[in-house]
Nanobody, 119 residues
Framework: QVQLEESGGGLVQPGGSLRLSCAASGSIFSINNMGWYRQAPGKQRELVATVTGTGNTNYAAFVKGRFTISMDNAKNTVYLEMNNLKPEDTAVYYC?????????????WGQGTQVTVSS
């Protein structure tokens, strides 16, 4: 019933920037947290960043200050601002949301969006 719609992926040159968006819709009582994970071919899915409904953020060490996660509570949307992108950032980026629906916590994944960093 709850859906996540991702957008913003694409091809970018090394050193460039992208902004990913993930909008949640459906029977939402409240949002516990949202975040971004990524998975490259042959690799495990790894956490990139998360943000709670109260605004607390957490980042993976490899971000090194390059990425910023934020949430627009009014729009039920999470963003990932990606700066100084490197080839090793190439992966499918998945949005993750933990949402309270009918007083129960439901976890849901987005469909994924491809980010390719190449010259």
């Amino acid at each position: 019933q709850v859906q996540l719609e991702e957008s913003g992926g694409g091809l970018v040159q090394p050193g460039g920037s992208l902004r990913l968006s993930c909008a949640a819709s459906g029977s939402i009582f409240s949002i516990n947290n949202m975040g971004w994970y990524r998975q490259a071919p042959g690799k495990q899915r790894e956490l990139v960043a998360t943000v709670t409904g109260t605004g607390n953020t957490n980042y993976a060490a490899f971000v090194k200050g390059r990425f910023t996660i934020s949430m627009d509570n009014a729009k039920n949307t999470v963003y990932l601002e990606m700066n100084n992108l490197k080839p090793e950032d190439t992966a499918v980026y998945y949005c993750r949301a933990d949402i309270y629906t009918h007083y129960q916590l439901e976890g849901i994944w987005g469909q994924g969006t491809q980010v390719t960093v190449s010259s």
